[in-house]
């Protein structure tokens, strides 16, 4: 287990991706002007434009006035069939807006008074897929998305144009869902993230949009994965992870995001591994094998590594040992054979490749070298 100051796992950062793709839709959809460079290599300052598809046939026509749409605007299908249209005034839109499905079926109709109004984009099936309110142009009020199936799949709100107030995103019962609070376009106050219906991330926003309170990742329901806290963004405090049986593998204290006195390391019987010391995140940072044998071992000076590394394989040989100067690798790095004989040596400076870097066969033949420089081989 690598004791890292890192944010919780990938499948966490897989849930927040799939999260993302249920945002609200792109200002391109709303009451404001879409930028000159969205209408493509055929957009002007000022006059008629035309957009293109690739077989030249329209794909958008409209007016810009000092860069800003102004006047009737049109969007085709490919193929010729209108699509959508409406007008726009100084670059906010106004009057009647319809979005048209290729038959030629409207599929929406909504009004706009200079940028203020609930602009609509509807699926080809007629429902609506996403729902924005706008005021003078810009986002103001409640924002909504929905999917294919006519589950709602975003929920928020938004004040001058930055999220304000509860937001929800994802489908609870198919997959990914967040629930989270901002205020004055800043994440605040608890968030939860979840999968199918069951919490897998817990945690806690102070007014600045940093993490701080309590943390608590699970595995499933009643399965936690990882526990403690934060303080300004940085982790604070006892801090514990677990197996899939609820055993706690390792366990230790942070202070203000470094590594701070007595850690310890268990066994999947519950056994203790080992234990390090540290001091306000200096000292060696010690990793073990589930066998009871040292895995690694680095040097830490104020929370970043800065001294000697080294790792060893299962059978307790050292496999590779280096060096760090505030927190870049440094000097020659050894990488070794079970016999004890070089398989690999590269040279860094200020973390990046400079010098020869070799690779060897078990035999001790040269098998690559290449000369760096600055990380640039030559």
Same mark, same amino acid.
């Given at each position: 287990m690598?004791f890292? #100051?890192d944010?919780?796992g990938?499948?966490?950062i897989?849930?927040?991706a799939? @999260?993302?793709? @249920?945002?609200?839709?792109?200002?391109?959809?709303g009451?404001?002007?879409?930028?000159?460079?969205?209408?493509?290599?055929?957009?002007t300052?000022?006059?008629?434009? +035309?957009?293109?598809f690739?077989?030249? $046939? +329209?794909?958008e026509r409209?007016?810009?006035?000092?860069g800003?749409?102004d006047?009737?605007?049109?969007?085709?299908?490919?193929?010729? #069939?209108?699509a959508?249209?409406?007008r &726009?005034?100084?670059?906010?839109?106004d009057?009647t807006w319809?979005?048209?499905a290729?038959?030629?079926?409207e599929?929406v109709?909504y009004e706009?008074?200079?940028g $203020?109004?609930?602009?609509?984009?509807?699926?080809d099936?007629?429902?609506?897929?996403?729902?924005?309110?706008?005021?003078? =142009?810009?986002?103001?009020g409640p924002?909504?998305s929905?999917?294919?199936?006519?589950?709602?799949? +975003?929920? %928020?709100?938004?004040?001058a144009?930055?999220?304000?107030?509860?937001?929800?995103?994802?489908e609870?019962?198919e997959?990914?869902?967040?629930?989270?609070?901002?205020?004055? *376009?800043?994440r605040? *106050?608890?968030?939860v993230?979840?999968?199918?219906?069951?919490?897998?991330?817990?945690?806690?926003?102070?007014?600045?949009?940093?993490?701080?309170?309590?943390y608590?990742?699970?595995? =499933?329901? =009643?399965?936690?994965?990882?526990?403690g806290?934060y303080?300004?963004?940085l982790?604070?405090?006892?801090?514990?992870?677990?197996?899939?049986?609820?055993?706690?593998?390792r366990t230790?204290?942070y202070?203000? =995001?470094?590594?701070?006195g007595? &850690?310890i %390391?268990?066994?999947?019987?519950?056994?203790?591994?080992?234990?390090f010391?540290?001091?306000?995140g200096?000292?060696t940072?010690?990793?073990?094998?589930?066998?009871?044998?040292?895995?690694?071992?680095?040097e830490?000076?104020?929370? +970043?590594?800065?001294g000697?590394?080294r790792?060893w394989?299962?059978?307790?040989?050292? #496999?590779?040992?280096?060096t760090?100067?505030?927190?870049?690798?440094d000097?020659?790095?050894?990488?070794?054979?079970?016999?004890?004989?070089?398989?690999?040596?590269?040279?860094?400076k200020?973390g990046?490749?400079d010098?020869?870097?070799?690779?060897?066969? %078990?035999?001790?033949?040269?098998?690559? %070298?290449?000369?760096?420089?600055? *990380?640039?081989?030559?």
């Amino acid at each position: 287990m690598a004791f890292t #100051a890192d944010r919780w796992g990938a499948l966490g950062i897989a849930l927040i991706a799939a @999260c993302s793709a @249920c945002s609200s839709p792109p200002p391109r959809a709303g009451g404001a002007a879409p930028a000159a460079r969205d209408a493509g290599p055929d957009a002007t300052p000022a006059g008629a434009f +035309v957009v293109r598809f690739p077989d030249g $046939t +329209v794909a958008e026509r409209g007016r810009r006035v000092d860069g800003d749409l102004d006047g009737p605007w049109q969007r085709f299908h490919p193929g010729g #069939a209108l699509a959508e249209e409406g007008r &726009w005034v100084a670059g906010k839109k106004d009057g009647t807006w319809r979005q048209l499905a290729a038959d030629g079926r409207e599929l929406v109709r909504y009004e706009m008074v200079a940028g $203020t109004g609930v602009e609509r984009v509807a699926r080809d099936d007629g429902g609506i897929r996403h729902e924005v309110t706008w005021k003078d =142009g810009v986002r103001d009020g409640p924002a909504r998305s929905w999917d294919d199936d006519g589950a709602l799949v +975003v929920d %928020e709100a938004w004040t001058a144009g930055v999220l304000d107030g509860p937001r929800t995103i994802g489908e609870e019962r198919e997959g990914a869902r967040v629930v989270e609070t901002w205020r004055g *376009g800043v994440r605040t *106050g608890s968030r939860v993230v979840s999968w199918r219906g069951h919490a897998v991330i817990e945690e806690a926003y102070d007014a600045e949009g940093r993490l701080d309170g309590a943390y608590l990742a699970w595995r =499933g329901p =009643g399965r936690k994965r990882e526990e403690g806290g934060y303080r300004a963004g940085l982790r604070h405090g006892t801090w514990s992870w677990y197996d899939r049986s609820g055993k706690v593998t390792r366990t230790g204290r942070y202070h203000h =995001g470094v590594h701070d006195g007595t &850690w310890i %390391e268990y066994g999947a019987r519950g056994q203790e591994l080992g234990r390090f010391t540290m001091k306000r995140g200096t000292g060696t940072v010690i990793e073990w094998h589930a066998g009871g044998k040292k895995a690694r071992a680095t040097e830490y000076e104020g929370g +970043v590594p800065d001294g000697e590394a080294r790792r060893w394989g299962r059978d307790g040989k050292l #496999a590779a040992h280096g060096t760090y100067v505030a927190g870049r690798r440094d000097g020659v790095w050894h990488e070794l054979w079970p016999d004890g004989t070089p398989r690999a040596e590269s040279s860094w400076k200020a973390g990046l490749l400079d010098g020869p870097s070799r690779t060897y066969a %078990e035999d001790g033949t040269l098998e690559i %070298e290449v000369e760096f420089v600055a *990380g640039i081989p030559r």
